[in-house]
């Protein structure tokens, strides 16, 4: 299957500051890319749609100006936790899309990247 | 909104059969997938669902009724390495959503 990667894996960082976390498709390319957050024993939840060359699509309750989307080319997408808090804490997912006959069956998750502020 | 609701919890002896199941109440999807994550990895996709029916790859089955709004996945022969969340999900065309998600546990 294709292959999605997440850099880095793991990250602290104090309060206030910013992190960018970097999801790349390594095999094919893709032109939508999707952001989760999961915190612990809970499910995925849907943070953002990243559209190459085009603005990011933000659910409900998530702040655009915090988690900043940029999804520069067909093969990366990043997201940029701004001035992180402790409730920022989580595991951030990304995923890619890869698209048959018009249509998304399956999707790619990279391997998460694991946010602690502190 | 999307709402797919998941036993939190199931218990089941190595060997045997357990079934997962998946309702949902939402304004019409594309398919249901179902994805198992371990502790501290990422989801990784296990089944796709694009007609009603019953879809069997090795072990695991999954199964779709639009008209009663319910899925299931089956797993068969459980290993104790079956251990982990199983999640549901609905490609709505350009986004998915996810269920509330299972946690399996797999007793010798």
């Known amino acids: 299957g294709a292959v999605v990667s997440q850099h880095p894996s793991w990250v602290i960082c104090k309060s206030g500051t910013s992190v960018k976390i970097e999801c790349r498709s390594l095999d094919f390319q893709a032109t939508t890319m999707f952001w989760y957050r999961q915190f612990p024993k809970q499910s995925l939840m849907l943070m953002a749609t990243?559209?190459?060359?085009?603005?990011?699509?933000?659910e409900q309750g998530v702040e655009k100006d915090k988690f900043l989307i940029n999804h520069a080319s067909l093969t990366l997408s990043t997201l940029t936790v701004t001035s992180a808090h402790p409730e920022d804490s989580s595991f951030y997912i990304c995923?890619?899309?890869?698209?048959?006959?018009?249509?998304?069956?399956?999707?790619?998750f990279g391997p998460g990247t694991r946010l602690t502020v502190t | 909104g999307q709402s797919l609701e998941q036993p939190s919890e199931v218990t089941a002896v190595e060997g045997a059969i357990v079934q997962i199941n998946c309702t949902y109440q939402?304004?019409?999807?594309?398919?249901l997938s179902w994805y198992q994550q371990h502790d501290g990895g990422a989801p990784t996709f296990l089944s796709y669902?694009?007609?009603?029916g019953l879809e069997e790859t090795g072990r695991f089955s999954s199964f779709l009724s639009r008209s009663d709004s319910y899925g299931y996945l089956l797993l068969q022969e459980l290993q104790m390495k079956d251990s982990a969340s199983y999640f549901c999900a609905v490609w709505m065309g350009n986004q998915f959503y996810f269920g509330t998600g299972t946690s399996l546990t797999v007793i010798p």
């Open positions: 995923s890619a899309g890869e698209w048959t006959s018009g249509r998304i069956n399956e999707q790619y």
């Open positions: 939402t304004s019409g999807f594309y398919g």
């Open positions: 990243s559209n190459e060359g085009s603005k990011a699509t933000y």
């Open positions: 669902n694009a007609l009603d």
